[in-house]
């Protein structure tokens, strides 16, 4: 079945620190991927997309994210961590075919923390 | 950008009574819109697909009577959740779809999220 999975339930950082956030898709065709962040008792933000060509996307707050066709993964990254950075974020896949309509389906979204 | 809003932000309602959540795409027209469920620590759970002029499209596991959605324009669509009760108490957020751009003859969508409606059924 197509999915997105985000293997990291929980993550924490010290301020200033690289961060790197997983995320692995199980789909048969190209698929259109998003990052958005979410603070709590919000709704949710869009970092960055990807629908095709380059593979590396720049998204908004300095984020990035690199899709790899060969590992099946959308990973977001960040040199340097900012406290405001702490939140809960997302990856989704767009799901395409017959009864789809286009659905956005949800990874199980990682908890950032961020250390002082 | 594409801006979209949902309100109430939030409501607190009596068991059995009913609750309408309305979500306007404000400067764009959404023929697609999508309402989820959150609960609190977890992922956003795909409730139904909304499309103007016809009738919602269920998640397995969705009961169509007690989350009652209509997308009567183009701009907008409202989830009623009818005869409330206390485990219907979530966070619901809708979302709109809308072209981000074409490539090659295919269309590229966006989507965009509502501010969230935290519901309490006391």
């Known amino acids: 079945a197509q999915s997105v999975t985000q293997p990291d339930i929980h993550i924490t950082v010290s301020e200033g620190a690289s961060l790197e956030l997983r995320c692995n898709y199980s789909y048969g065709a190209t698929p259109y991927l998003f990052w958005y962040v979410q603070s709590p008792g919000q709704g949710l933000q869009l970092l960055l997309k990807y629908f095709s060509g380059d593979t590396l996307v720049q998204g908004i707050k300095g984020f990035e994210a690199e899709f790899k066709r060969s590992q099946s993964s959308f990973n977001l990254r960040k040199p340097s961590v900012h406290w405001s950075d702490a939140a809960e974020y997302f990856c989704?896949?767009?799901?395409?075919?017959?009864?789809?309509?286009?659905?956005?389906?949800f990874g199980q979204g990682t908890t950032l923390q961020v250390k002082p | 950008g594409a801006v979209v809003s949902q309100h109430p932000s939030w409501v607190i309602c009596k068991s059995g009574t009913s609750v309408k959540i309305e979500c306007r795409s404000l400067?764009?027209?959404?023929?697609?819109m999508f309402w989820y469920r959150q609960f609190p620590k977890q992922s956003l759970m795909l409730m139904a697909t909304s499309n103007e002029g016809s009738k919602a499209t269920y998640e397995q596991g969705v009961e169509k009577d007690k989350f009652l959605i209509n997308h009567a324009s183009l701009t907008l669509s409202t989830l009623t959740v009818t005869s409330a009760h206390p485990e219907d108490s979530s966070f619901y957020i809708c979302s709109a779809r809308s072209p981000d751009r074409g490539f090659r003859m295919v269309i590229y969508y966006g989507y965009t999220f509502g501010s969230g409606t935290r519901l309490t059924v006391v």
């Open positions: 989704a896949v767009v799901l395409h075919g017959s009864g789809n309509t286009g659905k956005l389906i």
């Open positions: 400067d764009f027209q959404a023929t697609t």
